[in-house]
């Protein structure tokens, strides 16, 4: 069983930066695919950015290319999602989630497909 703890949400003026941090407990995931999502009032859960196990592939929803970066740290247990050039819609919940594929074959999953999912963190950006 992995426990995912995102941290690092908050309030920020449009233009702005956070760096959103998901920490892993209970087991090292560094043969799983991690993604962020998120989640607007009123709206469906949406896809943001995912990661390969090795780090070395990235993917990212149309909506934040070139503004948000993922990263991850195996050794920490942790995975980043650093956000640049915030926009008042991105203002969201924000959640990380694990697939325990343990390969990288079809990344980036489906987000039926991941296994464990934190609570989530908000996110709130005034314009």
């Known amino acids: 069983q992995v426990q995912l703890v995102e941290s690092g949400g908050g309030l920020v003026q449009a233009g702005g930066s956070l760096r959103l941090s998901c920490a892993g407990f209970?087991?090292?995931?560094?043969?799983?695919?991690m993604g962020w999502f998120r989640q607007a009032p009123g709206q469906e859960r949406e896809f943001v950015a995912a990661?390969?196990?090795?780090?070395?592939?990235?993917y990212y929803a149309d909506s934040v290319k070139g503004r948000i970066s993922i990263s991850r740290d195996n050794a920490k247990n942790t995975v980043y999602l650093q956000m640049n050039s915030l926009k008042p819609e991105d203002t969201a919940v924000y959640y990380c989630?694990?697939?325990?594929?343990?390969?990288?074959?079809?990344?980036?999953?489906?987000?039926?497909?991941?296994?464990?999912w934190g609570q989530g963190t908000q996110v709130t950006v005034s314009s």
């Open positions: 209970g087991r090292a995931f560094i043969s799983y695919i």
């Open positions: 990661i390969s196990w090795s780090g070395g592939r990235a």
């Open positions: 989630a694990a697939d325990r594929r343990g390969s990288d074959s079809g990344f980036p999953p489906r987000m039926g497909e991941y296994d464990y």
